[in-house]
């Protein structure tokens, strides 16, 4: 067993297609029958089914159609003014007026239920002791009735609306073949005053006859119960009317609304359960049909299970051997295509005419190597990107030694002619020199940051002296996180060159550092010249091209959104908002870091 095992486990992959596929195709030729056989029998009773659910449902509506005459009924006496007056009288009248009142009661009566062929008894129960009904006998529970009893409490607690109860003890007590029960309060329409109780008891018989409709199989029941799952009627058999139904799948029953489904009974045989419930009551109507009475003996399919089994045996080979071949020949070129990847060609695809399984595993070895590409190709770029942001910074520095020693000369001979403007001129360029090719983290705190903003402004500030008016506002409490390396400044120097210095009159330029929702914000505002959006884009375009020393943009608006993105990814944002003859704004975000170290990339 073992070697056969292993002969199969090393047999090539078309083979091992072309055994499986034979060995598929036999086994559900061999059950074939089996199946046939279930499926009819299972579409003949589901058909059964749903012309039993159908009839099932025509015999409900009869039996709502029913139950809502009774309620017409109901309100019909609830709104009669001669009932209201003979209930609204003294109890201590004459007996001739008792006599008048009981003649003119039986008629009214009388007209409710004469042109009706309808099996119940109406029963009025006034308040000042008054009883009439349609029968010939006034049970013991209407004629000493407590309100506290079942229906007459329900009755309460509803007002004049109309009540349904089935009130199975008393039937079990006294038998009087009522199986359901209306119940209403009588009030006085003018005072609104209760004056008595109507009841209205269907008969069993009342109910059976609804059932013609219903289509029965033999040994099959139908059960008319309420929401508690007790019987109101049933037929052909009686035994249960009256008490709770005794069934394992009443749950199901009772939680669901229509439709059927098959069961067990206590004995383990299988009955099928049709329901449907009423709207208006609630009740169900449920027919129980033994399966053995719905499904019927399939014809032999035998000679055709062997025809179809020889012919299958024959087309499973053919069949087998062409998609065996069908489905390994685009696997053995995807894996041709694997093995050029492994020896680092990354410029092969995978070509397929279908889109199966194999096709699409190609198309996501595609995917695959592109993802791989633009990878790289990103990776490169950003590599690139990098390396260009760090050369725009140091293109305009020159020899340090050389420009410290000559600035300091410089600021010697001001100190020495009292030139205090160009010493502190002299200072802050230094200053800014210093700062700008030190080496170094790209990441240096805000205040330091702030210290070299300042240095450049003093020199701006002596070149334009009072055309421009300088207000740094920062929140001192976000000095001490970190922020990008000349990021702010090529920005500034915009505002001025580019809004500032255009401009006739005297500008301001306000610098705005605040904690913004965990982020820390930068605000860059000047009231210059401004330019319109189409100027915008072409202004990043012309930024983004140009790495000449002498650029006016220095560093450049792209170069700062470039170098934001690098770092911070989406965490960051630049905007540039401006108007002509207002002003540009420019809004720089970006993460609270606590230190150099930290990674938003």
């Excluded at 029998?41 to 659910?53: D, G, I, N, R």
């Excluded at 129980?288 to 025809?307: D, F, N, Y």
């Excluded at 500008?507 to 210059?528: A, C, E, H, P, Y």
């Amino acid at each position: 067993m073992r070697a056969i095992t292993a002969r199969l486990l090393n047999m090539e992959f078309k083979n091992k297609l072309t055994v499986l596929f034979i060995t598929v195709a036999i086994i559900p030729l061999c059950i074939l029958g089996l199946l046939a056989y279930s499926r009819s029998s299972y579409a003949v009773q589901e058909k059964v089914y749903q012309t039993l659910l159908e009839s099932t449902s025509q015999v409900n509506y009869s039996l709502n159609y029913f139950l809502g005459d009774i309620e017409q009924l109901s309100t019909y006496i609830y709104s009669n003014r001669d009932i209201q007056d003979v209930l609204s009288r003294d109890a201590k009248r004459s007996i001739a007026d008792k006599h008048e009142d009981e003649l003119r009661m039986t008629q009214i009566l009388d007209s409710f239920v004469g042109s009706k062929d309808w099996d119940i008894e109406i029963y009025i129960l006034g308040l000042n002791g008054e009883r009439y009904f349609t029968g010939d006998l006034l049970p013991k529970e209407y004629d000493q009735y407590n309100d506290n009893w079942g229906l007459f409490r329900k009755v309460r607690q509803v007002g004049g609306n109309s009540v349904w109860d089935t009130h199975y003890s008393m039937k079990k007590l006294y038998d009087y073949g009522s199986v359901l029960s209306l119940g209403r309060m009588l009030k006085n329409v003018e005072t609104n005053r209760p004056v008595g109780y109507l009841v209205i008891d269907i008969m069993e018989t009342a109910l059976t006859d609804k059932y013609v409709k219903a289509e029965l199989y033999p040994d099959s029941q139908i059960f008319l119960i309420d929401r508690n799952g007790n019987v109101i009627s049933g037929k052909p058999s009686k035994q249960q009317v009256g008490t709770k139904l005794e069934v394992p799948y009443l749950d199901t029953v009772l939680g669901g609304t229509k439709g059927y489904f098959q069961a067990k009974d206590d004995a383990g045989k299988k009955e099928a359960v049709i329901y449907d419930t009423s709207g208006s009551t609630g009740f169900k109507l449920m027919n129980i049909v033994p399966v053995r009475a719905v499904t019927k003996e399939t014809k032999s399919i035998r000679t055709l299970m062997i025809v179809v089994m020889a012919v299958g045996i024959v087309l499973a080979y053919w069949l087998a051997a062409i998609l065996a071949f069908h489905v390994t020949n685009p696997l053995r070129k995807l894996r041709s295509l694997m093995s050029s990847v492994e020896s680092g060609d990354l410029n092969v695809a995978f070509s397929s005419k279908y889109q199966d399984d194999v096709g699409r595993l190609g198309q996501s070895f595609n995917k695959m190597i592109y993802q791989i590409q633009h990878l790289i190709k990103e990776n490169y770029e950003k590599q690139l990107q990098v390396r260009e942001a760090e050369l725009k910074t140091v293109q305009a520095q020159m020899n340090p030694h050389f420009l410290y020693n000559t600035l300091d000369s410089i600021n010697w001979m001001a100190r020495l002619h009292e030139v205090d403007d160009i010493s502190r001129t002299v200072v802050s360029l230094g200053e800014l020199l210093r700062f700008s090719i030190r080496k170094g983290n790209h990441l240096l705190p805000i205040h330091e940051d702030l210290k070299q903003i300042r240095n450049y402004l003093t020199i701006q500030k002596l070149r334009f002296g009072s055309k421009i008016q300088i207000e740094i506002l920062v929140d001192p409490e976000i000095e001490s996180f970190y922020t990008l390396k000349l990021l702010i400044q090529p920005i500034v120097e915009n505002a001025i060159i580019h809004g500032l210095e255009p401009k006739k009159d005297a500008g301001t330029l306000r610098i705005i550092g605040r904690s913004l929702g965990g982020n820390v914000q930068f605000v860059i505002k000047d009231d210059g010249v401004g330019f319109d959006k189409e100027a915008v884009r072409l202004r990043a375009a012309q930024a983004a091209a140009d790495s000449s020393p002498g650029s006016s943009t220095g560093i450049g608006l792209e170069n700062a959104r470039k170098r934001l993105e690098l770092q911070f990814g989406q965490e960051a944002s630049l905007l540039v908002d401006s108007e002509p003859g207002v002003g540009t704004t420019v809004t720089i975000e970006i993460p609270q870091l606590g230190g150099a170290g930290e990674n938003h990339v």
